[in-house]
């Protein structure tokens, strides 16, 4: 269990330097690229959404004659649920990776500017 931590306190250790380091030598537009990517997850989020309302909506209007249509509704209906939740985990780490990138942007961009005002005319 310790050894656990310590590899998951290295691998964040890790993963915290490459975000700083990559975060510095791309000008800070990587974090508008991924606030399209959280945005088009959430719009992906609401599609699938609306698709398990609809087949939510198709088995209510099926009543007790369409049992065996019921069944195969459920199932689409489960499959979207799962690409719903797959999406919102998504959506959810992306959003993360954007306030990361955002607060290391407001400690940077003072630094960058200096550098900028110093070297360029």
Same mark, same amino acid.
């Given at each position: /269990? !310790? /050894? ?5 306190? !290295?691998?964040?250790?890790?993963? #915290?330097? %490459?975000? #700083?380091?990559? #975060?510095?030598? =791309? ?10 990517? $959280? ?18 909506? $198709? ?10 249509? =019921? /069944? =195969? ?17 998504? %959506? ?5 990776? %954007?306030?990361? #990138? ?8 003072? $630094? ?10």
């Amino acid at each position: /269990m !310790k /050894m656990q931590n310590d590899n998951l306190a !290295k691998n964040c250790f890790l993963m #915290l330097s %490459v975000m #700083l380091v990559s #975060l510095s030598l =791309t000008a800070c537009n990587r974090h508008k690229e991924i606030k399209a990517e $959280k945005d088009a997850a959430e719009a992906e989020s609401q599609r699938v959404w609306a698709e398990y309302t609809a087949y939510e909506q $198709k088995i209510k209007s099926l009543g007790p004659q369409g049992t065996q249509l =019921t /069944m =195969t509704l459920e199932n689409q209906a489960t499959n979207s649920e799962r690409a719903a939740a797959f999406v919102e985990q998504e %959506v959810n780490v992306l959003s993360k990776w %954007v306030i990361a #990138l955002e607060g290391a942007i407001a400690i940077y961009r003072p $630094k960058v500017d200096a550098y900028k005002a110093r070297y360029t005319r």
